[in-house]
């Protein structure tokens, strides 16, 4: 229900004291202004959406089209870890976490005193053997001149042999030369005996005679038997020549031997196998005791320092990690965007510590398995279990134009890439 109508005409005697004229009637009576239209307006902001979309939207569109973007990325460096090769007390750390270091330079000392000691022992004990080898190798030359003069003598004594088998031989011609006429003296003694026997039986010479027949067959026989024993005496010195002349070759055979046994005695106390143990035991001491410093193998930044003074370290424990200069870029894309990514393609690179600043680099590589396939416990797809799960192929992406003075790149920073595929 409406309330009562009101009045918005003023009465004529209200404003009659004051001398006024009256308003007109028709002004009283008007209505409110008519508003404005608002078509043009939205024409004018519907071109300027329009040339938005046109400058900005379109080329957007077009880049989402040629690039395969993923915000699973991160600033990555192939980190060293400085290690020690030996078990030692640290005795000095020469720099600190966070500290820039050049290659060859010296970070850490560790106490050598047991690893001095060492190798002075290993030298100790390699001189002592060397002047055994020295003595041994003395010995081994006088052994190799004695054998040598032992050949010398056997050969001279063979010439000697030989002349006295000669000599031997000449005697035995000479005894077998006077063995005939002794022979023949011998037969002309026994015809006389009996002949001289034979007239001493008749009577027609004396007795006395028959003696004197008889003395002369025993002088004969007698000279006989000295020719035939000359001749068996000179056979047996050419015997005993002959085997004295086999005695000196087989002496210079012997002494030949000897030789080569003295050769080969010179030789291994020359270069016997303790000397090279102890050359060994030398070089690994030394290489101890060169150990007992570790240098930087890069240039770099210690990134964490596990090692404090007076901490007894072993083998192959790392004392300090470090991060070089030259970092990449590391972008987990799914295997749906990698299809047509090849190294050498440009990528810009957004990295959220530095808002606003776009950084290009290149495709290095892409890795050859995804990421689950280096899991401690990869997916059994075979088990009848399977659900697809959309896998991340790693990528390495170079950082070309990063000034690393103004924008340093820190591992671990997070990062946000696109690859132009297009």
Not at 163 to 170: E, I, L, R
Not at 233 to 244: D, E, G
Not at 384 to 405: C, E, L, W, Y
């Amino acid at each position: 229900m409406s309330g009562p109508e009101v009045q918005t005409r003023p009465h004529a005697a209200a404003g009659a004291t004051d001398g006024a004229s009256e308003q007109p009637a028709h002004a009283i009576e008007a209505g409110p202004p008519k508003r404005r239209s608002l078509a043009p307006l939205w024409y004018v902001l519907g071109a300027i959406a329009l040339i938005a979309l046109l400058v900005w939207g379109i080329p957007y569109i077009a880049y989402l089209r040629s690039h395969q973007s993923t915000d699973d990325a991160r600033v990555d460096a192939s980190t060293v870890a400085v290690t020690s090769k030996i078990a030692e007390r640290v005795q000095s750390i020469l720099v600190d976490t966070d500290q820039r270091v050049h290659r060859g330079q010296l970070l850490i000392v560790l106490d050598s005193a047991t690893e001095q000691a060492s190798l002075d022992q290993a030298k100790a004990n390699l001189q002592l053997a060397l002047e055994n080898q020295n003595a041994l190798a003395a010995q081994g030359i006088g052994g190799v001149q004695e054998a040598q003069g032992n050949v010398q003598g056997a050969a001279a004594l063979v010439p000697v042999s030989v002349a006295g088998v000669a000599a031997a031989q000449a005697q035995v011609q000479v005894a077998e030369a006077e063995l005939p006429g002794a022979a023949q003296a011998l037969a002309k003694a026994r015809a006389d005996l009996a002949r001289t026997q034979s007239l001493v039986n008749t009577g027609d010479i004396a007795r006395q005679q028959l003696d004197s027949a008889r003395a002369a067959y025993a002088q004969a026989a007698s000279a006989y038997r000295s020719a035939a024993d000359n001749v068996s005496v000179a056979l047996a010195n050419v015997n005993a020549a002959q085997q004295k002349v086999g005695a000196s070759q087989a002496g210079i055979a012997a002494a030949q031997g000897g030789v080569t046994t003295a050769q080969g005695k010179l030789a291994q106390a020359r270069e016997p196998a303790q000397i090279a143990g102890q050359r060994a035991a030398v070089a690994i001491a030394q290489q101890n005791f060169a150990n007992t410093k570790i240098y930087s193998p890069i240039d770099g930044s210690v990134g964490q320092k596990n090692v404090e003074i007076g901490q007894t370290v072993n083998g192959g424990m790392t004392l300090l990690t470090l991060i070089p200069h030259g970092v990449f870029i590391t972008a987990n894309y799914k295997e749906t965007q990698v299809g047509k990514m090849r190294p050498g393609q440009p990528v810009d690179i957004h990295v959220d510590a530095y808002k606003g600043v776009t950084f290009h680099g290149r495709v290095l590589a892409l890795n050859p398995a995804s990421q689950n396939t280096y899991a401690l416990v990869p997916a059994q797809n075979s088990t009848g279990n399977f659900v697809k799960v959309t896998q991340r192929i790693p990528v390495k992406i170079s950082i070309g134009d990063a000034d690393p003075q103004r924008y340093p790149m820190r591992p671990g920073m997070s990062v946000e890439t696109a690859v132009r595929v297009n």
